[in-house]
């Protein structure tokens, strides 16, 4: 297992490389250029900067996040070729730079969504990501995107850029027509496309699952059980087609059994990475964000990491979302101290799995 973390990069970060490096057992980062749009090129100059930086610090980045996939080639339009070949370029210019994974979601419009950002936990005056879909009430999807910019202290979140704001209203309006099978579909597309440059490159994908895990505002969603995994790995079988397991996105409905999904995933080999986080469920499609440690969440941790050791023990992982605690402010669900503790525990989680089978 390879324990990283994710970094926005000098310019949108406020989390510096010393003090990720800092963090016991460290060994670098899943990446992500957040100023890139989806369907953009990845430039070789690009990814050279952010790398030197990286390594600069010395710290490993194998593992790159939401190359986001163009609404296009999700909703399967005649634009999609050039988008796909795009993708082909920027696949190419991260292996050139010793990228082996990539995490990416398949996600109509939205990456995950909440209802608040800093939802304070009563228990000890933390606050975290937090989802009740009864809070959605009348709000349309314009008017919860708009919220979650208002409340995200000037970050950008991953999939909420600003410019896609725009045309968010007619994206919508065209989703009415796209079924779970068209979508699918049009990943089959998708990953015929980029699959054959993920060989020769090597590069493996890993879908990330919707989150929260089940359809919301009447959109399409296929990635949020293991039925819908098992459909999107027969889409097109490679070893570069794989799941970034995400404890917490799948974890938010209790009808994942997320220990045995990691155990089906992991003895296929079509684990490319993961994020391992904790979920604390409130209610029907009610959670919030918890504190790593099984105790503190709904989320048996230390079965997940066994389920790890057993059957995909060279996986990268990372801690997601934390809480924001000890008066730390900055982007909501990606502060420094709870993902460090976080880490640690993990790997004090797993130092105790390696040595008691031994
Ligand atoms: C949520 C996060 C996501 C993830 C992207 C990958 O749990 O991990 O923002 O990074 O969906 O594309
Ligand atoms: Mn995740």
Same mark, same amino acid.
């Given at each position: ?18 003090? *990720?490096?800092? $963090?016991?057992?460290?060994? +670098? ?28 610090? /010395? ?24 988008? =796909? ?16 994974? #990539? ?12 209802? &608040?950002?800093? !939802? ?5 005056? %933390?606050? %975290? ?24 202290? +000037? ?22 027509? *796209? ?10 597309? @998708?990953?015929?496309? =980029? ?26 969603? #296929?990635?949020? %059980? ?5 459909? $999107? ?17 799948? /974890? ?9 999904? #990691?155990?089906? @995933? ?20 009610? @959670? ?5 440690? %099984? ?12 389920? #790890? ?10 801690? &997601?979302? +934390?809480?924001? $605690? ?6 909501? /669900?990606?502060?420094?101290?709870? !993902? ?12 105790? =799995?390696?040595?008691?089978? &031994?």
């Amino acid at each position: 297992m390879k324990m990283t973390f994710r970094w926005y990069g000098s310019d949108s970060d406020n989390i510096t490389l010393s003090q *990720i490096k800092q $963090i016991p057992g460290m060994t +670098g980062l899943m990446g992500v250029l957040d100023y890139k749009a989806a369907g953009e090129v990845w430039t070789e100059e690009e990814i050279k900067a952010y790398m030197d930086e990286v390594h600069a610090a /010395g710290l490993e980045c194998e593992v790159i996040e939401s190359v986001n996939v163009h609404e296009d080639i999700k909703m399967g339009l005649p634009t999609r070729d050039q988008y =796909i070949a795009n993708y082909c370029t920027t696949i190419r210019n991260l292996a050139k730079y010793g990228v082996k994974v #990539i995490v990416y979601n398949f996600m109509p419009v939205f990456d995950w969504l909440r209802t &608040d950002l800093a !939802r304070v936990i009563p228990e000890d005056g %933390s606050n %975290s990501l937090y989802f009740d879909e009864k809070e959605l009430g009348e709000m349309t999807p314009v008017d919860l995107v708009r919220n979650t910019i208002d409340n995200c202290n +000037g970050f950008t979140l991953p999939g909420w850029e600003p410019e896609r704001l725009a045309e968010l209203e007619t994206t919508l309006e065209r989703y009415k027509t *796209i079924t779970p099978d068209d979508l699918r579909a049009n990943y089959k597309y @998708f990953l015929d496309g =980029i699959i054959p440059t993920c060989e020769e490159c090597g590069v493996v994908m890993a879908c990330h699952p919707d989150d929260p895990a089940w359809p919301i505002f009447g959109l399409p969603r #296929i990635a949020h %059980s293991q039925e819908d995994y098992d459909k $999107i790995i027969a889409l097109r079988d490679s070893p570069c087609n794989t799941v970034c397991l995400c404890t917490g996105s799948l /974890g938010s409905n209790p009808d994942n059994d997320i220990p045995a999904i #990691i155990r089906h @995933f992991g003895e296929m080999n079509r684990i490319g990475a993961m994020h391992v986080r904790n979920v604390k469920y409130l209610g029907y499609h009610k @959670f919030r964000e918890a504190a790593h440690l %099984s105790s503190t969440g709904d989320l048996d941790m230390y079965a997940i990491m066994k389920a #790890i050791h057993d059957t995909c023990p060279n996986t990268y992982i990372r801690p &997601d979302h +934390g809480r924001m $605690i000890w008066n730390e402010s900055g982007r909501p /669900g990606y502060g420094l101290y709870d !993902r460090a503790l976080g880490a640690t525990y993990l790997n004090g989680l797993w130092e105790a =799995i390696c040595k008691s089978s &031994d």
